[in-house]
């Protein structure tokens, strides 16, 4: 009773004081570099209310020409934001309450994971060493980044449940894993990417390996609505061109930069000393990371102690320490050598992300193994210690709500200018350069989000304003035509030989269909496996 007691005390703790800027009845917002966030869930709930589901468009980005930035950018996030805004919540409430949940989540989770291998205090602290990075405030509040904070919170509880997974065989946890880790595929671009080799090594060092690999497997197929389109069909956006401007050489990190660097708002700058925004891990947490590794190494190599999860343990601090070595730049010829890939990762410490479960892990390990008296004590009051101290960063440079609104959410600005600040998925039937100079000259166009009727009088040559990509369907007389002829925006243009009736709609490309389609019938066979008995018996024994 004692330790439901406890843990319930630190998760109100960690939600208020970690929290205390996300109040939903506040009437302050914090401003954050990713501005777009507030429209692109209003976005994906009006598509939602329009049953466009999964939703693959902003309909009104890019003075409503429809702009296919969930078609390409990891859904998972806008799927718990705009669930919230649908029940009833603001826009920007919405936000703020996906972000406590990313928080508080991530404390239960990590606990979970933690526990699997550690006693309760132990985990306990691991938790809160977890949620209390400095990296995770500078996601929320300086970068404003949901996808990178929900992989942060979802990371232990995929690895939780491939644990769990790999030890029983239970229907129910084998469903669970699988929806689990169609979540965090779905999460962010380049983490996902990032954690699915991760996934499998872990499931490598586990039993049951068959059963692990069938759940990524599945957990890959269900998130196929997604992730079939972003890989077949970016190709037709200015995704990777956009990408490989930012240069990775420009943003490798001195490590002292991970035990202390100014805090701060800005961006990520070349060199050391220029970065407007802070990369500290956190000192308790590098402090006790570093113990639990000295620690670890002297039981093994000098006290030539076993323990049964050896292998376990050494995949958390080599995930720690690889992770923070790839952000350096001591990293960089490694980066040069994978360049065609990390080129699109962008910023090399995107890996403290990665790198915190491995380094609270390894903390966890030193509390849990190390013996003195009242330890347990020792670990509370160095856990609110480390919460209190941190706290003070969960907060934001705060206007007020009305102006947030007035800017962030207006129709100006989501017609306007959001879309520029995203313009890497930009159908490439535009030039990039033209439409990048349009932003203050092209007049919005008030047509309908999906479907657009256009009746032509005489003959002539049009525009029909959509930026086009392969699920728009054009229909001239019922008859569908295929444009070949573009202008600098991407607009189709037709040449009309007699009066004529022009449809436009959004039908999704057969990709996109298949993708659907693949969700679909994984999500089924899924249900079968979990509520028909004789058919999990049959999947376990070819497994055996």
């Not at 939780?160 to 065989?169: E, G, I, Q, T, V």
């Not at 925004?277 to 947490?285: D, I």
């Not at 609110?384 to 206007?399: C, E, P, R």
Request: charged share 15%.
């Amino acid at each position: 009773m004692i330790k439901k007691i406890f843990f319930f005390l630190f998760l109100i703790l960690v939600a208020v004081f970690l929290g205390h800027d996300l109040n939903p009845v506040d009437q302050q917002m914090f401003t954050f570099h990713d501005v777009t966030q507030p429209a692109r869930i209003q976005e994906f709930t009006l598509n939602l209310k329009n049953l466009k589901i999964p939703p693959r468009i902003a309909p009104d980005f890019s003075f409503r020409f429809g702009y296919p930035v969930f078609n390409f950018y990891a859904p998972f996030t806008y799927w718990v934001s705009s669930s919230l805004n649908i029940l009833g919540l603001d826009v920007i409430n919405s936000l703020k309450i996906s972000f406590i949940l990313a928080i508080t989540l991530a404390f239960i989770f990590s606990f979970l994971l933690l526990q699997e291998f550690f006693s309760f205090f132990p985990s306990l602290g691991g938790a809160i060493l977890y949620v209390t990075s400095l990296y995770v405030a500078v996601d929320i509040f300086v970068r404003g980044n949901l996808g990178e904070t929900w992989f942060i919170t979802l990371f232990p509880l995929a690895l939780y449940f491939l644990y769990k997974n790999a030890f029983l065989n239970n229907r129910l946890i084998f469903f669970a894993t699988v929806i689990v880790l169609s979540f965090i595929f779905t999460t962010h671009n380049i983490l996902s990417l990032i954690f699915l080799p991760l996934a499998i090594v872990f499931s490598l060092l586990n039993k049951n390996l068959k059963l692990n690999l069938l759940a990524i497997f599945l957990g890959l197929l269900l998130a196929s609505y997604f992730l079939l389109p972003a890989v077949l069909e970016e190709g037709k956006t200015y995704a990777s061109e956009v990408a490989t401007q930012t240069h990775y050489q420009d943003h490798f990190l001195c490590a002292w930069q991970l035990w202390q660097s100014p805090w701060g708002y800005g961006g990520s700058a070349p060199g050391c000393q220029n970065d407007g925004l802070s990369f500290k891990v956190g000192k308790a947490q590098l402090i006790l990371g570093f113990f639990g590794l000295l620690y670890f190494f002297f039981n093994f190599f000098v006290l030539k102690k076993t323990d049964k999860n050896k292998k376990i343990l050494i995949f958390f601090f080599l995930v720690g320490l690889i992770s923070l070595f790839l952000t350096t730049y001591q990293a960089k010829f490694i980066w040069d050598l994978l360049s065609p890939l990390f080129s699109l990762f962008q910023f090399p410490w995107r890996f403290i992300g990665v790198a915190l479960i491995g380094i609270v892990f390894t903390a966890a390990y030193f509390f849990d193994r190390i013996r003195f008296p009242l330890k347990e004590v020792a670990i509370v009051i160095i856990s609110l210690a480390v919460l209190f101290s941190q706290a003070k960063y969960f907060s934001g440079h705060d206007i007020s709500k009305k102006l947030f609104t007035q800017t962030y959410l207006s129709n100006d600005y989501i017609e306007t200018k959001a879309a520029y600040e995203i313009p890497e998925y930009l159908p490439k039937t535009a030039n990039y350069l033209s439409w990048r100079k349009s932003q203050l000259l092209l007049p919005v166009r008030t047509t309908d989000a999906w479907t657009r009727t256009i009746d032509v009088k005489k003959p002539g040559i049009i525009k029909i304003d959509i930026h086009y990509f392969p699920f728009w369907s054009i229909f001239i007389n019922g008859q569908k035509v295929y444009p070949t002829i573009f202008d600098p925006l991407g607009r189709p243009i037709l040449t009309i030989n007699k009066p004529s009736n022009i449809v436009v709609k959004y039908i999704e490309t057969p990709i996109e269909k298949t993708g659907n389609f693949i969700s679909l019938i994984t999500l089924v066979l899924l249900f079968l496996l979990t509520l028909y008995k004789p058919l999990w018996k049959k999947l376990i024994r070819t497994k055996n």
